[in-house]
C-alpha cells in the first residue's frame, strides 16, 4: 500500500538556519507529492507539490524535488524565519489506483524557529 | 479564495452524547473529506464522499459516521462520543485545477 514517513520532530533552529525534513514514501506506480503547512490554531494548507519525477516546487523560499530513484521528496529551505514556525506534512496521492483523491500523510515534523 | 469554514473551532462533549461537525465548502467541489489529528499520529481518514449521499470509509470509521444531503456540506457524526474521540478534527475539500485538498480550520472536540 502507500505510505509516507518523515522524520520526527520537533526540530528547532535558530534564525538564518538551513532546514531540511527528510520525507521518503512507498507507492507504486506514480504518485503525486505534497508538503502541507500548519500554522499555529490553523488548518493545513498546501506549501508546495511536485507531479512527477524530478519536479521540483517550490513556495516561500521552500523547495523539494521529486526524487523516484530514491523515492524521497526532502523539504529544505536555505533560511528560516520566526513565522515559519509550524508542523510540516508531506503526503501522496497516488491516481493509479481507486480513490486517487485521497491523500496519504506523514506524521507530522513540528519545526520551532528560534530569533 | 476556496472557503472551507468548520462550525466549531472548540467543542466539549460528555461521554455518550451524540455529536455533529459540521463543513461548509463555497467552490463546488464534488470531494470532502473528515480526518482526526493526534500528535505523533498525523492525519488520519475518517470517511469521504465524492459525490451528494455518497460516501465511503477511510482508515478509522469506527464509531462515526456521516452525511452529505448538499454538496456544499459534509457532516461528521459521532453516534455516542467516547473519550478517546478527543481530538482535532478537520475537514477537507478537493477539486478544481490545481488537484489540492483544501482545509477548514479544524474543530478541538473533548470529550468528557
Known amino acids: 500500500g502507500n505510505s509516507v514517513t518523515q522524520m520526527e520532530g520537533p526540530v528547532t533552529l535558530s534564525e538564518e538556519a538551513f532546514l531540511t525534513i527528510n520525507c521518503t514514501y512507498t507507492?507504486?506506480?506514480?504518485?503525486?507529492l505534497f508538503w502541507y503547512v500548519q500554522y499555529p490554531g490553523e488548518g493545513l494548507q498546501l506549501l508546495l507539490k511536485?507531479?512527477?519525477?524530478?519536479d521540483k516546487g517550490s513556495n516561500k523560499g521552500f523547495e523539494a524535488t521529486y526524487r523516484k530513484e530514491t523515492t524521497s521528496f526532502h523539504l529544505e529551505k536555505g533560511s528560516v524565519q520566526v513565522s515559519d514556525s509550524a508542523v510540516y506534512f508531506c503526503?501522496?496521492?497516488?491516481?493509479?489506483?481507486?480513490?486517487?483523491?485521497?491523500?496519504?500523510f506523514g506524521k507530522g515534523t513540528k519545526l520551532t524557529v528560534n530569533p | 479564495d476556496v472557503k472551507v469554514t468548520q462550525s466549531s473551532r472548540y467543542l466539549v462533549k460528555r461521554t455518550g452524547e451524540k455529536v455533529f461537525l459540521e463543513c461548509v465548502q463555497d467552490?463546488?467541489?464534488?470531494?470532502m473529506f473528515w480526518y482526526r489529528q493526534d500528535p505523533g499520529l498525523g492525519l488520519r481518514l475518517i470517511y469521504f464522499?465524492?459525490?451528494?449521499?455518497?460516501?465511503e470509509k477511510g482508515d478509522i470509521p469506527e464509531g462515526y459516521s456521516v452525511s452529505r444531503e448538499k454538496k456544499e456540506r459534509f457532516s461528521l457524526i459521532l453516534e455516542s462520543a467516547s473519550t478517546n474521540q478527543t481530538s482535532m478534527y478537520l475537514c477537507?475539500?478537493?477539486?478544481?485545477?490545481?488537484?489540492?485538498?483544501?482545509f477548514g480550520p479544524g474543530t478541538r472536540l473533548t470529550v468528557t
Open positions: 464522499s465524492y459525490d451528494v449521499k455518497m460516501k
Open positions: 507507492a507504486t506506480g506514480y504518485p503525486s
Open positions: 477537507a475539500t478537493f477539486g478544481g485545477s490545481s488537484y489540492e485538498q483544501y
Open positions: 511536485a507531479t512527477k519525477a524530478d
Open positions: 467552490m463546488d467541489h464534488e470531494n
Open positions: 503526503a501522496l496521492r497516488n491516481p493509479t489506483q481507486g480513490g486517487s483523491e485521497k491523500l496519504v
